[in-house]
């Protein structure tokens, strides 16, 4: 077994995810069978292969380096669950 | 009554035979007798007939002028709130408009409403979303069918005649694995063919946006209207856009068609080996060369992708945190409570599963072994196709390994449920354009679906073998 109790809360944690009880047990027997499942892939030999990350074959085209002003923080603002004089509002971090 | 073509409402806009108006209120009344089906999150007749009077004093000549569009509620919308089906953004209004969709905007289409999709584009069945399962129009009386998925809610809409044609996404499947299950034609363009800008994102690398409609003619009209370089997506690539539609050519004399024999999988259904034998033998009559090939890493597409897409998504999902838009849990005594708690509760189970599974393959000491081999399959298994197109010019397969399945059926099983996509998760991998098209009936009379693989920015010969195949089976 790949995934145990302290490797899911590392996990969780990690994700920034709460998870009760009865929800690690589950994720525990769901991520245990699909990394048994992706185990498969280490029949396929990779020896000098190069990892594929992009499959764009587009070169990046350069683009004249000027401003524009695209949003007015107020707006963005308007989708905060909580704000203040102009700000995201969080809980408080410093003592 | 019979569903008109977007081609054909266009010519009747044009001769007047029918006005914005009345083509747009015949849709709306058609949305709230269909409301059951749960096709849309958001719908508001009172912004549908907004457009319409703002486009009834627009005296300018647009490409969809008063084509009604449902659109995937993946797409940031200015006019719409955008939820991606998910708690977590419930009540997000996007304060700008994606690239497709102001595309869309631009040519003068009406948007009808934001329709249904599994959270955060993650699922094969539309029973993921937050706001509830879309029902598969195709569905008998008390015996409901899934969508498929993500796009379900699309196509949906489409099949059930909402609109003459649908946005969607397709990260691994979630637009021709839809399309199928509902009796519609779907198609992914290459990766890079359309801008990304403003999707909500699941696995960038494989994100692309796409089509759904009732025939391969409107699709190919609707694809170049969405299709374009966009500075603001550093993958959109600068390619030039033919009209898709002007040419359309369903002679195929002389084409090569790939059959790959790895797509024979044990315990598919009868009925799809025998319809995929019947395309096949449709091409043979119009003078198509079947030619026989082979792509060996089939088998390894779905654990690799099932790598890939969660790292690419546990990535992407970070910035849902509760500070910027969106949800935040109530219970918030500090700031790692308030994003642990917010995530936990903002998220539904398989997005969890995902971005658990995620963390983990791109955690210290895993990497190597799980994203870092991913990614070397996946270089093998675009390299398959790299070699298999130098002997043919399409490639065509069954879509999904089974037709609509009643709702809710695959829940359990995580596993199960991500063999929907055994068929079309290569081609995204490859990041190559594929169509699927409505072709053939199982025996409880439901729709299965011909997909159609071309080469990178070939979406051309894609269109030209569907219509044909199209043509021949109607």
Redesign the interface.
Known sequence: MK?DKN??N???R??????DDK?SED?IK??N???D??E?????N?EN??????????I??K?EDVSND??SSE??L?????KLEGF?A??K?VE | MSKSSLKQTLKDLDTKKISIRELNQDYLKRIKEKDNLNVFIHFSEENVLKQIDNLEKDNSAKKLKGIPIAIKDLFCTKSMPTTAASKILENFNPTYESFVTQKLLDEGSIFVGKTNLDEFAMGSATNTSFFGNTINPLSKENEPLAPGGSSGGSAAAVAADLCLGATGTDTGGSIRQPASFCGVVGIKPTYGLCSRWGIVAFASSLDQAGIFSHNVEDASILLQSIAGFDQRDSTSTKVDIPNYFENLDDDLNGKTVGIPKEYSIDGTPMEISQIWEDAIKVLEKKGVKIKNISLPHTKYALPTYYIIAPAEASSNLARYDGVKYGFRSDEINSLDEMYENTRAQGFGREVKRRILIGTYVLSAGYYDAYYLKAQKVRKLIADDFNRAFKECDFIVTPTAPSAAFPLNEKQNDPIKMYLNDVFTVPASLAGLPGISIPFGKDKNNLPLGIQILGKHFDEQQVFNAAVSLERSYE
């Not at chain 1, 990690?14 to 998870?19: F, G, P």
């Not at chain 1, 498969?40 to 396929?44: D, F, G, H, R, S």
């Not at chain 1, 308007?78 to 909580?82: Q, V, Y």
């Open positions: 995934i490797t899911i590392k996990i969780a990690l994700s920034r995810i709460k998870l929800e994720y769901d991520l069978s699909i990394l499942w992706v498969q892939l280490n029949e396929v990779t292969v190069e990892p594929l990350s992009n499959i764009s074959s587009s990046l085209p683009r695209t949003n707006e963005i308007e989708n905060a669950p909580d995201f969080v809980p971090v």
